[in-house]
């Protein structure tokens, strides 16, 4: 065969291509590109090598030195094994930690992952099983392992795999080790190892699986504040593993936070590498309602109120609620971050621990919510780079520093919670916000978000106007904002564009930071029911947008009054039809 392959640079990548590989399905690809001289695909495939970067490695799963395929894993593996020995003391006796998810091919990747570095006398935990990609960190520091490997590629289509690294700290790598893996694995091309088949019989290869995910649990179960309303919550949330492998792991948790069982979507309950009823396997925020079509029918059909979502390697977390008038609404990451931060000061202040121990992170494109609490509350907020490479990175620095750091997030759905994970965790998010909701609920809490959309900033800012003149007479400390909604009286308001807070005399300054765009606050009252509106502006989108929380002792009568408030906001208070505003 090699005599038919010419010296032209394509043909000398296929000759070596051809001298090494073992797998007779990637070999007959790149056979049959060539003997149709199909240059254009073979120079997309061959000519620029898949480059390993912080995320590791992640494509197609095709063949080529460009995709994700048994060789390019071998090199991979044999590139980081030789960087972790070198790099991390006692390296081999501490071992590294593989797992993998349900994706084509993911499974055998694992195991010549693992036989590379058995190869090379390095101790292996292979997670037997499919496993979600917070278990590599976990188990990493659990066992103080050199380093960790999930295959995995998250929530990309399903033609895609990956290889994701963990350093010894249990946190994704950072510069340099990723030019450091890089340039190994260039020195380390020529595969030592094919051999899959005696991994189990090797002395190196250690399975504690079980042990791991035992303490995984207990870990989690460290999260659960309320059990005893857990298990009177009434509220029905459905969930959905998006064809992934939350499943088991969840319905676990779930029963260890004593909650009554979830409604499963059971189309997507089951891993299946093909996601066949997902065009896209992703639930962040941005075009979610698609993602979420199935689990919102099953959500409508058995009259649940929230929907819990993990993506497919469940790190990423995603909500929705149904509002006070039936239409649903997605959660943005920014939202539950905000939730999960307050949730996490309120526990920490319970604790009678100083306000001053206590950190939060997270990345430079997320709201800045989280740093106008710490500047009222007094806790220290770290914004660093997008990825949890650096959140968690940053997590451990602050920590070294004497900080308790229990929550960091980015807005495209990952949280991190408590101090044994510094990555994301869909499990763990999944459950401490259905904790959140059942407090809430047994609180008389009811929640409604949305926007109207305006695509003229001119009108936006005459709404605000109107807003901030909307009586002819000012009434005590209140100006001339309005002074009912929904027949409730008006108790303060807060505007964080102008800079006026009802509530704190005689100077009527907000004490919180101001906002770039339009940002009012209402709260309001009568003798059952205590509402708190916030209006805000977008700072990327068309839209004005309200956050609406009410509670009461009657759940059905806050429901009710939250609707004719949303009634009301948008027919008198911003005429949405005189402006021709569209809600959503």
């Known amino acids: 065969m090699y005599g038919n392959v010419d010296s032209s640079p394509i043909g000398n990548l296929v000759k070596e291509w051809l001298r090494i590989d073992q797998n007779p399905d990637t070999r007959k690809q790149i056979e049959q590109l060539w003997n149709e001289q199909d240059l254009g695909e073979l120079d997309k495939r061959m000519s620029k090598r898949i480059e390993f970067g912080t995320a590791g490695l992640r494509g197609r799963m095709e063949a080529g030195w460009s995709r994700m395929n048994d060789l390019v894993i071998i090199q991979a593996a044999q590139g980081l094994c030789a960087y972790v020995i070198e790099h991390v003391k006692n390296a081999t006796e501490r071992g590294v930690v593989i797992g993998h998810d349900h994706r084509y091919h993911s499974e055998h990747w694992a195991a010549l992952t693992a036989s590379a570095f058995i190869a090379c006398g390095v101790k292996v935990h292979l997670l037997h099983g499919l496993v979600h990609t917070p278990m590599i960190p976990f188990s990493v520091k659990k066992l103080s392992a050199a380093c960790g490997v999930m295959i995995t590629a998250s929530h990309n289509p399903k033609d895609d795999n990956g290889f994701k690294v963990y350093w010894e700290n249990a946190v994704q790598i950072i510069s340099p080790h990723d030019q450091g893996i890089a340039q190994a694995i260039l020195e380390n091309l020529e595969p030592k190892t094919w051999d899959t088949e005696t991994i189990a019989l090797s002395d190196n290869c250690i399975d504690l699986t079980d042990s791991l995910i035992e303490a995984y649990h207990l870990y989690l179960q460290t999260l659960c504040h309320s059990r005893t309303l857990n298990a009177k919550c009434n509220v029905k949330f459905v969930n959905t593993s998006m064809h992934g492998v939350s499943h088991p792991f969840v319905t676990r948790a779930w029963n260890d936070f004593s909650f009554p069982p979830f409604i499963t979507v059971e189309e997507q309950q089951n891993p299946h590498p093909d996601f066949p009823t997902l065009k896209f396997p992703n639930p962040e925020e941005k075009g979610a309602l698609a993602s979420l079509d199935l689990a919102i029918a099953t959500a409508d059909r058995e009259g649940a109120m929230y929907i819990l979502a993990q993506d497919p390697d469940a790190d990423r977390f995603s909500a929705a609620e149904r509002g006070p008038s039936g239409e649903w609404n997605i959660f943005t990451g920014d939202q539950i971050g905000a939730l999960f931060a307050s949730r996490v000061l309120e526990l920490h202040k319970s604790s009678g621990k100083p306000i001053g121990n206590l950190a939060m992170v997270a990345s430079t494109v997320s709201s800045k919510m989280l740093e106008a609490m710490a500047k009222v509350e007094g806790f220290w907020f770290v914004e660093c780079l997008t990825g949890f490479k650096f959140i968690g990175n940053m997590a451990l620095t602050l920590e070294a ?48 978000n949305g926007y109207f959309i305006c695509n003229d900033p001119k009108i936006i800012n005459k709404i605000f106007q109107h807003l901030r003149n909307f009586s002819t007479e000012s009434t005590g400390n209140m100006l001339h904002y309005p002074t009912l909604i929904a027949n409730l009286k008006i108790t303060s308001i807060r505007d964080l564009t102008t800079g006026y807070d009802s509530a704190n005399p005689p100077t009527y300054k907000a004490t919180m930071p101001l906002s770039s765009g339009h940002m009012i606050q209402f709260r309001a009252s009568d003798a059952n029911v205590k509402i708190a509106l916030t209006i805000r502006t977008s700072g990327t989108e068309p839209k004005i947008k309200y956050y609406l929380e009410g509670n009461g002792k009657d759940a059905a009568l806050v429901d009710h009054i939250l609707q004719n408030v949303i009634r009301e906001l948008g027919d008198s208070w911003l005429e949405k039809k005189l402006f021709g505003l569209q809600h959503s």
Not at 419 to 428: L, T, Y
């Open 401 to 448: 520093q004497g900080y308790e750091v229990p929550f960091g997030y980015e807005e495209a759905i990952g949280f991190m919670l408590a101090s044994e994970i510094k990555d994301k965790d869909g499990v763990a998010a999944t459950i401490f916000f259905a904790e959140l909701v059942a407090m809430a609920h047994a609180q008389g809490k009811t929640t409604s």
